[in-house]
C-alpha cells in the first residue's frame, strides 16, 4: 500500500509565498506521476499541478499558472507545490495524489489527507 501525507499549509496573506511538500511511504517504487489537487469551501475538487516521474513533462490549472510550480524527488520520495502570489481564490484543502499510471492527466490512485491553505488578510 501507499501512503501520502501533506505538509505545509497554513494562513498566509495575499501576495505571499507557501511551499507544501508530500512525503510518500510503503510501497512507492510502482508510483510514477504525481500531482496536486484543491477544494475549496462549497465547490468539488479541482487539478492543481501534476509532475511526471523523471520530472520532465508538467502540466498546470490555467488559474495557477505562472504563479505555482510543482516538482519532486524521487530519492527522498517527495513531491512539493511551490505556490507564489497567493489570492484569496486559492484557499482551499490541497491534496496530493499518485498514480500507477505514467501519464499526468486522467485518475490517480492514492491520496493524501490534505491540507489547508487559507489565503487572508
Known amino acids: 500500500q501507499v501512503q501520502l501525507v501533506e505538509s505545509g499549509g497554513g494562513l498566509i496573506q495575499p501576495g505571499g509565498s507557501l511551499r507544501l511538500s508530500c512525503a510518500a511511504s510503503?510501497?512507492?517504487?510502482?508510483?510514477?506521476?504525481k500531482g496536486w489537487f484543491r477544494q475549496a469551501p462549497g465547490k468539488g475538487r479541482e487539478f492543481v499541478a501534476a509532475?511526471?516521474?523523471?520530472?520532465?513533462?508538467?502540466l498546470y490549472a490555467d488559474s495557477v499558472k505562472g504563479r505555482f510550480t510543482i516538482s519532486r524527488d524521487n530519492a527522498k520520495r517527495m513531491v512539493y507545490l511551490q505556490m507564489n502570489s497567493l489570492k484569496p481564490e486559492d484557499t482551499a484543502v490541497y491534496y496530493c495524489?499518485?498514480?500507477?499510471?505514467?501519464?499526468?492527466?486522467?485518475?490517480?490512485?492514492?491520496w493524501g489527507q490534505g491540507t489547508q491553505v487559507t489565503v487572508s488578510s
Open positions: 495524489a499518485a498514480k500507477i499510471g505514467v501519464f499526468i492527466n486522467g485518475s490517480y490512485d492514492y
Open positions: 510503503g510501497r512507492t517504487n510502482k508510483l510514477n506521476a
Open positions: 509532475i511526471t516521474r523523471s520530472g520532465g513533462s508538467t
